[in-house]
């Protein structure tokens, strides 16, 4: 399950995703919006994908995992749109024999994630947002 | 011929337009196009900013050369997660 959606990510459907009966282990990984960056107060966040893209993208660093672990099952989700603070923004689930195989990949999804999927996080801060990684937007001014 | 570009996060912005049709020469590149919808959109010069490109789905590099309905997507900085 390798997906971009506009709703809220439910962890549960990932967790059912990824049972199977010859894992002995589901790692998961969540990450959540944070309502500070560098020192400022963001006060909203949105993220914008090339869906497809992201999606395909998505999918083959699923396939690269399982080449690297003995992985059985992996699940991926990404909200797009503005996701309020504190909300899950992706969510990935990896099931697995053993943990270790569960943990790595989990890991590896997350950092590739930031790589090379087409999806871009936009802040907005008092009196400014920045998409990020670009360094630019409307320039911020200080109070 | 024509491509498609599609323009997200701050290059759509900055483009003020999410998609268009170019119509562009045989043998172009990926990177030519770019140039060229610089002159076009100037605000897309964003200073500094690292570029990946994508046709069809997939990262290329700025070298290829574009076919007939092609989708070029330029790829800001990502910052999923």
């Known amino acids: 399950?390798?997906?971009?959606?506009?709703?809220?990510?439910?962890?549960?459907?990932?967790?059912?995703?990824?049972?199977?009966?010859?894992?002995?282990?589901?790692?998961?990984?969540?990450?959540?919006?944070?309502?500070?960056?560098?020192?400022?107060?963001?006060?909203?966040?949105?993220?914008?994908?090339?869906?497809?893209?992201?999606?395909?993208?998505?999918?083959?660093?699923?396939?690269?995992?399982?080449?690297?672990?003995?992985?059985?099952?992996?699940?991926?989700?990404?909200?797009?749109?503005?996701?309020?603070?504190?909300?899950?923004?992706?969510?990935?689930?990896?099931?697995?024999?053993?943990?270790?195989?569960?943990?790595?990949?989990?890991?590896?999804?997350?950092?590739?994630?930031?790589?090379?999927?087409?999806?871009?996080?936009?802040e907005v801060y008092e009196g400014g947002e920045i998409w990020i990684g670009t360094q630019a937007g409307q320039p911020l001014t200080r109070s | 011929m024509k491509v498609k570009v599609k323009f997200f996060a701050i290059l759509r912005e900055r483009a003020g337009v999410a998609e268009i049709t170019k119509e562009v020469e045989e043998?172009?590149?990926?990177?030519?196009?770019?140039?060229?919808l610089q002159r076009e959109f100037p605000k897309l010069a964003v200073p500094g900013i690292r570029l990946l490109y994508a046709v069809n789905r997939n990262y290329v590099s700025p070298a290829q050369v574009l076919k007939d309905s092609d989708e070029v997507v330029f790829i800001p900085p990502v910052s999923g997660g």
Request: hydrophobic fraction near 45%; charge should be positive; charged fraction near 25%.
């Open chain 1, 1 to 122: 399950m390798f997906r971009v959606v506009r709703q809220p990510i439910n962890l549960q459907e990932l967790i059912d995703f990824v049972i199977d009966p010859e894992a002995g282990a589901i790692a998961t990984f969540i990450g959540v919006t944070r309502n500070h960056n560098e020192g400022r107060k963001v006060i909203a966040l949105e993220y914008e994908a090339y869906p497809e893209m992201a999606e395909q993208e998505l999918a083959r660093l699923g396939a690269e995992a399982a080449r690297k672990w003995p992985i059985r099952r992996m699940a991926i989700v990404h909200r797009i749109g503005p996701v309020q603070i504190s909300q899950p923004s992706v969510i990935i689930a990896v099931s697995s024999a053993h943990r270790d195989a569960a943990f790595a990949a989990c890991r590896f999804a997350i950092e590739e994630i930031k790589r090379t999927v087409p999806i871009w996080k936009k």
């Open chain 2, 27 to 36: 043998g172009s590149t990926v990177g030519d196009l770019w140039q060229n």
